[in-house]
Nanobody, 124 residues
Framework: QVQLVESGGGLVQAGGSLRLSCAASGRSFSTHVMAWFRQAPGKEREFVAVISWSGGSTYYADSVKSRFTISRDNGKNTVYLQMNSLKREDTAVYYC?????????????????WGQGTQVTVSS
């Protein structure tokens, strides 16, 4: 069992940066693939980034590649999402998710555990 709590969201101007954190509880955090998803009003939840259990491999949605960086610290049971050069279209609720399966999955139904989400709003 893994419980996830996101933090770090807020209001930022376009071009600015934010760092999201996802704190996990549970002894099996380091064996889970971790991902970030986001959901804008009226839209489906979409994949943002994923990181392997060791942190050695990552994969990003094309829309955020080169602007966002996912990382993890297994000693602190935390996964991060550094977001730079933010755009208005990045506005959404951002969710942290964990999967006990191997491999990189980009669909929400592949993930077993979810946080409650943190709001990111980018103004022009």
């Amino acid at each position: 069992q893994v419980q996830l709590v996101e933090s770090g969201g807020g209001l930022v101007q376009a071009g600015g940066s934010l760092r999201l954190s996802c704190a996990a509880s549970g002894r099996s955090f380091s064996t889970h693939v971790m991902a970030w998803f986001r959901q804008a009003p009226g839209k489906e939840r979409e994949f943002v980034a994923v990181i392997s259990w060791s942190g050695g491999s990552t994969y990003y949605a094309d829309s955020v590649k080169s602007r966002f960086t996912i990382s993890r610290d297994n000693g602190k049971n935390t996964v991060y999402l550094q977001m730079n050069s933010l755009k208005r279209e990045d506005t959404a609720v951002y969710y942290c998710a964990a999967s006990g399966s191997s491999g990189f999955q980009t669909t929400p139904d592949a993930y077993d555990y979810w946080g409650q989400g943190t709001q990111v709003t980018v103004s022009s």
